[in-house]
T-cell receptor, first 113, second 114 residues
Framework: KAGVTQTPRYLIKTRGQQVTLSCSPI?????VSWYQQTPGQGLQFLFEYFSETQRNKGNFPGRFSGRQFSNSRSEMNVSTLELGDSALYLC????????????FGPGTRLTVL | AQSVTQLGSHVSVSEGALVLLRCNYS??????LFWYVQYPNQGLQLLLKYTTGATLVKGINGFEAEFKKSETSFHLTKPSAHMSDAAEYFCAVAVPGGYSTLTFGKGTMLLVSP
């Protein structure tokens, strides 16, 4: 089985712009979660989607949003980018409950200038 | 709510020495526990997990961890370090049967010297 894929792998944007990141889960996985990783805050949960519905959301401002499509692929969007949004954004997929095991993609490295 | 504390942001060992990475958790319900490893410019790879049953869990690459409920700990060990073990290690906790959300510790960078 192919693993979790994320595109693009690297992205450079300027403050005020918006960005869309994409994640394709492992075939058959219906749950997709997004995490932000920074040196200062570590790994922080953004949101989780299961069967096109957002099931859980972390403590991030409304500028961060996401969605999931019927084929389980997911996108996350960040509007009005700030310097502090520079981070590695990781996507993880799982089959859903009761199995919480998550499989991670390689991440998208976002740099905001 | 769950939380994870990893003692030591950096741990240095010599090749062939014992590796011990510490993880303590806080959870209002019996948790699922995980250890992940991250190599530079890569995502996270699952090393091992504890869900139910045997408290000593064996994972990939010779790593193992023991769930100790009384100490709320899930320390990661490997008898003999290899240079290839140098990476960042993350302990994580999840609520059984709930959302797939993982709460991570801050991570421990393992440095292995020849």
């Amino acid at each position: 089985k192919a693993g979790v894929t994320q595109t693009p792998r690297y992205l450079i944007k300027t403050r005020g712009q918006q960005v869309t990141l994409s994640c394709s889960p492992i075939s058959g996985h219906r749950s997709v979660s997004w995490y932000q990783q920074t040196p200062g805050q570590g790994l922080q949960f953004l949101f989780e989607y299961f069967s096109e519905t957002q099931r859980n959301k972390g403590n991030f401002p409304g500028r961060f949003s996401g969605r999931q499509f019927s084929n389980s692929r997911s996108e996350m969007n960040v509007s009005t980018l700030e310097l502090g949004d520079s981070a590695l954004y990781l996507c993880a997929s799982s089959t859903g409950p009761p199995n919480n095991e998550q499989f991670f993609g390689p991440g998208t490295r976002l740099t905001v200038l | 709510a769950q939380s994870v504390t990893q003692l030591g942001s950096h741990v240095s060992v010599s090749e062939g020495a014992l590796v011990l990475l510490r993880c303590n958790y806080s959870s209002s319900v019996p948790p699922y526990l995980f250890w992940y490893v991250q190599y530079p410019n890569q995502g996270l790879q699952l090393l091992l997990k504890y869900t139910t049953g045997a408290t000593l869990v064996k994972g990939i690459n010779g790593f193992e961890a023991e769930f100790k409920k009384s100490e709320t700990s899930f320390h990661l060990t490997k008898p003999s370090a290899h240079m290839s073990d140098a990476a960042e290690y993350f302990c994580a906790v999840a609520v059984p049967g709930g959302y797939s959300t993982l709460t991570f510790g801050k991570g421990t960078m393992l440095l292995v010297s020849p």
